[in-house]
Each structure stands twice: as structure tokens, then as C-alpha cells.
């Protein structure tokens, strides 16, 4: 089975928040957080997460 990179918006727990999280390929998880509503975090993989990657050397 080939994983593939992975981008969603989640809900922190116990807080009004959203991050976006980010699973790897090989495993690793990075989160991004800033988001006040899940509309942000979406925003954010659709618009802003393809220059993140790249700066990142990573790719969706």
C-alpha cells in the first residue's frame, strides 16, 4: 500500500481553534495552527499549502 501525503483541517480539542494537519508519506506529522474557523484551514490547503510544501522540499 503507497501512502500519500495528506492534508486536513482539524478541530483542537478543548478550544475554539483549527490547525491544518499534515501526515507524510513516510509517517511524519506536522501541524500548522492558526486557524479560527475550519473555512480558514481549508482556505489555507487550498490556496497556501502548495508554497508551504515547496518551501518545505516536499510536494503534494
Given at each position: 500500500?503507497?501512502?500519500e501525503?495528506?492534508?486536513r483541517p482539524q478541530?483542537?480539542?478543548g478550544s475554539p481553534g483549527w490547525f491544518v494537519q499534515i501526515?507524510?508519506?513516510d509517517?511524519?506529522?506536522?501541524?500548522?495552527?492558526?486557524?479560527l474557523t475550519k473555512e480558514?484551514?481549508?482556505a489555507w490547503?487550498?490556496?497556501e499549502?502548495?508554497?508551504w510544501l515547496a518551501g518545505m522540499g516536499e510536494g503534494r
Open positions: 500500500m503507497t501512502r501525503l495528506t492534508l478541530q483542537i480539542k501526515l507524510f508519506p509517517g511524519r506529522e506536522k501541524r500548522i495552527s492558526r486557524f480558514e484551514a481549508q490547503i487550498k490556496n499549502s502548495d508554497d
